[in-house]
């Protein structure tokens, strides 16, 4: 895989709390990703980053919030956790587009379990 | 809005056999199309890509997919499936927002390849 590293790669958490997933990555691509998967939803973007400390949101992004401090790191934050943001989450990373590269790398996953 | 419909929950065939999966998408403009695979608890491959040029593209493991814009689809196929082949198939349609590759994932194909 694209020298992507997501941590951890699993985790089991109580309601209410808050947790930060990690993204990791040696590529020094500009654009990374978060998405979650969800049976019979595919993969839907949470938050992305389009470049140090630059984040936009994604079309399910309620209740999640994003850093992005240094090239190779991007993290994922859930402020107090509910049960609904079960999933497992993935990160992705790619150049931009308009150099003519479309392709997006995904690590292996993080599985989440809010109790 | 940009969205992509992968109509087959589940499809089931016989080793040897051929295969079409389905996927029609939504998009205001030019899209960027992309076929994925996913085995059992891992991260998403790249099976395939359309950029632009010529409509019928050839990805790794002996897929191919055709772009037809009249029908707004993409669909994967392959001439003879092998047992390796069983996973999870994503279509996703790109959206170009300031060169990020954030991508719209059908909800996916599960395969079954029967001996």
């Known amino acids: 895989d694209a020298g992507i590293t997501q941590s951890p790669r699993h985790k089991v958490t109580e309601t209410g709390t808050p947790v930060t997933l990690r993204c990791h990555q040696t590529?020094?691509?500009?654009?990374m990703y978060w998405y979650r998967q969800d049976p019979g939803h595919g993969l839907r973007l949470i938050h992305y980053?389009?470049?140090?400390?630059?984040?936009d949101k994604g079309e399910v992004s309620d209740g999640y919030s994003v850093s992005r401090s240094k090239t190779e790191d991007f993290l994922l934050t859930l402020e107090s956790a509910t049960s609904s943001q079960t999933s497992v989450y993935f990160c992705?990373?790619?150049?931009?587009?308009?150099?003519?590269?479309?392709?997006?790398?995904f690590g292996q996953g993080t599985r989440l379990t809010v109790v | 809005a940009q969205s992509v419909t992968q109509p087959d929950i589940h499809i089931t065939v016989s080793e040897g056999a051929s295969l079409e999966l389905r996927c029609n998408y939504s998009y205001g403009a030019t899209p960027y199309l992309f076929w994925y695979v996913q085995s059992p608890g891992q991260g998403l491959q790249l099976l395939l890509k359309y950029f632009s040029g010529d409509t019928l593209v050839q990805g790794i493991k002996g897929f191919e997919a055709e772009f037809k814009r009249s029908q707004s689809s993409f669909n994967l196929r392959k001439p003879s499936v092998h047992w390796s082949d069983a996973a999870e198939y994503f279509c996703?349609?790109?959206?170009?927002?300031?060169?990020?590759?954030?991508?719209?994932f059908g909800t996916g194909t599960r395969l079954t390849v029967i001996p």
């Open positions: 996703a349609v790109g959206a170009l927002q300031t060169g990020a590759n954030n991508l719209f």
């Open positions: 992705a990373i790619s150049e931009p587009i308009t150099q003519g590269n479309t392709e997006a790398f």
């Open positions: 980053s389009y470049g140090v400390k630059d984040t």
């Open positions: 590529e020094n691509h500009r654009y």
